[in-house]
Each structure stands twice: as C-alpha cells, then as structure tokens.
C-alpha cells in the first residue's frame, strides 16, 4: 500500500507521517529530506519541486516492486502532482490530508525542524497553489497535543478499506 500525507507546511504531516509509518512497518519518504539531499540551497521553486516530486515517484516505484508498503510525506500541493502519483501507483493508495488552524501553523514554523526551511512565507505561497482533492480520502486536525487520537483515526480509515484504488 502506498500512503499519502499530504497538507501544507506547518500542518504536523512529518510528524504525523513519520509515526504512522512505523506502526504500520512501512518505509517512510520526506519530501523535505529528499530536497535537503538533492539541492544545497533550497529556493522551493517550481523547477525545485518538480525534480523532488519525479525523485519521490521514482522512490516508490522502486519500493513498490520490492512489496513494501510506503508513507510518502509531502504537500501535493498541485492537482498534476497528485495524478503522477495516481496514475503510477500500482498498489493501493490511500490518501491522508492533515490541517491545522494557521495561529498553530504560526507557532511551528517559527521552530527549527530538521530538513524544513518553510517558513510562514513559504507556507503562504503554497497556501495560494493549493489545489483542493478530489479523490476520497482521509482529512485529520492536527493540534499540538492529539497524535495518539489521529493515528488511530487513520489506523481505523487504513483497515476499514475506505482508502481509493
């Protein structure tokens, strides 16, 4: 099964995505990692973030033919991105959006994380590109104090089949 995270920056998707993979005992891909590795100096341009989206496909296809099941972490920004993603995923794919409210957003870009440099501009800019989902899929709150209960929530959603493909 292929995972999707997906929200914007700020929303707790890394922190969120990072535990769920483990409980589940899936491989776990940053967007933010994998940017981090492949540009010195990250501007989080168009062209930036397309090299990281194909980069990140061509992980899970790779992961995908070994049958490992995969949690990918990354805004998805964009309608295209999502359908790359769509149309080469040959497993299932399950799709979670995790949201905050912006004060909480705020707060956390604020803090240094370890392979992120979005900052509230950044998360605005993307904020702006947003592109709504379409496809049925899970949509979680994040807070700064209810992990256990969106785990579980999505552990629930994951096992009860609703996912799409």
Request: aromatic share 10%; net charge positive.
């Given at each position: 099964?292929?995972i999707l995270v997906i929200g914007?920056?700020?929303?707790?998707?890394?922190?969120?995505?990072?535990?769920?993979?483990?409980?589940?005992?899936?491989?776990?891909?940053?967007?933010?990692r994998l940017r981090k590795e492949?540009?010195?100096?990250?501007?989080?341009?168009?062209?930036?973030?397309?090299?990281?989206?194909?980069?990140?496909?061509?992980?899970?296809?790779?992961?995908?033919?070994?049958?490992?099941?995969?949690?990918?972490?990354?805004?998805?920004?964009?309608?295209?991105?999502?359908?790359?993603?769509?149309?080469?995923?040959?497993?299932?794919?399950?799709?979670?959006?995790?949201?905050?409210?912006?004060?909480?957003?705020?707060?956390?870009?604020?803090?240094a994380r370890p392979f992120s440099?979005?900052?509230?501009?950044?998360?605005?800019?993307?904020?702006?590109?947003?592109?709504?989902?379409?496809?049925?899929?899970?949509?979680?709150?994040?807070?700064?104090?209810?992990?256990?209960?969106?785990?579980?929530?999505?552990?629930?959603?994951?096992?009860?089949?609703?996912?799409?493909?």
């Amino acid at each position: 099964m292929v995972i999707l995270v997906i929200g914007l920056p700020g929303s707790g998707k890394s922190y969120f995505g990072s535990r769920l993979a483990k409980k589940l005992n899936a491989e776990y891909l940053n967007s933010d990692r994998l940017r981090k590795e492949m540009f010195s100096k990250r501007t989080y341009s168009d062209s930036e973030r397309q090299k990281v989206y194909s980069a990140l496909l061509n992980k899970v296809q790779e992961l995908q033919s070994k049958g490992k099941g995969v949690v990918v972490d990354a805004t998805f920004y964009s309608n295209k991105i999502k359908q790359a993603f769509f149309q080469s995923t040959k497993e299932r794919l399950a799709i979670i959006e995790i949201w905050a409210d912006e004060n909480v957003i705020k707060e956390r870009l604020k803090k240094a994380r370890p392979f992120s440099e979005a900052d509230f501009n950044i998360y605005q800019i993307i904020k702006q590109q947003w592109e709504p989902l379409e496809q049925p899929h899970l949509k979680l709150k994040s807070t700064n104090m209810n992990i256990d209960d969106m785990l579980q929530k999505a552990l629930n959603y994951l096992k009860n089949d609703k996912a799409t493909n």
